[in-house]
């Protein structure tokens, strides 16, 4: 998957530390560079002691340093089976996300991120499906105001310079203009890692990186800040 991206607010803009200068001008020179690397993901064990990850997919690898313009497409965000799908979902600044509700029962999704906040409302399958646009990069952590364990993250990017993991922790991110940029990694439960790099004009750069996913995650509230109530009392939502 290839394309950049900003829980909860203390950390919106320590992770990923977006900002914004315009993209450096074609001279004629050779085209776009290339980054490829891999990222080794470290868990801890027992004693605090920190082992390598089997899987190391899923790590989110982006570029800041240029805009990019904002895709026409629409992305989907679908409730089914009580969760959200994808877990996260890349965007650049001001495309727009559909939230399809496929489950049967109501759900309510919202966000409280200083980055975006928004609030869909009740609705379900049988109605159709809400829309929110994304102005401004930055992290926005998804939930559902009736079920807890609902979290997806729209990762909203200033270009499309970004990547994600395979298994074995390798990427690659295509057509980097030239110019000095930040490279850099992030995952739920990690902080963000970032290394400088510089792209001369039509060349390839390789690079290592390594992250800790070690950050234990908070229950969240709801949407007015209380805590959700337990789950025999919101038979309400099922019809």
């Known amino acids: 998957m290839s394309g950049v ?60 340093g240029f805009k990019s313009e904002t895709p026409e497409n629409v992305l989907d965000i679908v409730q089914e089976d009580r969760k959200f799908y994808p877990d996260i979902l890349p965007v650049v600044a001001g495309q727009k996300v559909r939230f399809p509700n496929h489950d049967h029962i ?27 646009t994304f102005e401004n990069p930055g992290l926005v952590p998804v939930f559902c105001n009736i079920h807890p364990q609902m979290l997806t993250y729209v990762v ?30 992030w995952l739920p439960h990690a902080k963000r890692v970032s290394q400088e790099i510089l792209i001369q004009p039509g060349q390839d750069v390789e690079i290592h990186l ?15 800040g209380s805590d959700y109530p337990p789950e025999e009392e919101m038979t309400i939502y099922a019809d």
Request: hydrophobic share 35%; net charge positive; charged share 25%.
């Open 5 to 64: 991206l900003c829980v909860p607010k203390i950390i919106t803009f320590s992770i990923l530390g977006l900002f914004f200068v315009l993209a450096p001008v074609s001279d004629g020179s050779p085209g776009p560079g290339r980054i490829t690397g891999d990222v080794t993901v470290f868990q801890k064990k027992f004693f605090g002691k920190l082992k390598k990850k089997k899987d190391m997919s899923g790590v989110f690898v982006y570029i800041t």
């Open 106 to 132: 109501y759900h309510n999704v919202f966000s409280i991120s200083p980055t975006k906040v928004f609030d869909l409302g009740q609705y379900k399958d049988s109605e159709p499906p809400k829309f929110v």
């Open 210 to 224: 390594d992250i800790k996913e070690i950050l234990k995650m908070k229950p969240h509230p709801r949407k007015d």
């Open 156 to 185: 909203v990017l200033e270009n499309n310079a970004y990547a994600m993991t395979d298994k074995e922790g390798a990427f690659q991110v295509e057509n980097v203009p030239s110019g000095t940029y930040t490279v850099n990694a």
